[in-house]
């Protein structure tokens, strides 16, 4: 990925740090193992980090629900 990449879900573009010296953003959000097969299967590129937000607040609002938390 470079400094002018386009997130594949939104269509915003976003810097991948990947390849950058210190850990990318990314890294901050934690996704379960299903959420990320879903995501690897469906897109080959990385998401901007507005996306990941959303899809972990998404997922962590199901598990929420699911397990009787409000």
Do not use: Q, W
């Amino acid at each position: 990925m470079n400094s002018g990449d386009t997130c594949p879900r939104c269509g915003g573009g976003f810097h991948c740090g990947v390849n950058d010296a210190a850990p990318c953003a990314c890294t901050t959000i934690t996704l379960g193992a299903t959420t990320l097969l879903e995501l690897r299967a469906r897109y080959m590129a990385c998401l901007c980090m507005s996306c990941l937000v959303e899809l972990a607040a998404m997922k962590k609002g199901r598990s929420d629900r699911e397990i009787g938390r409000p």
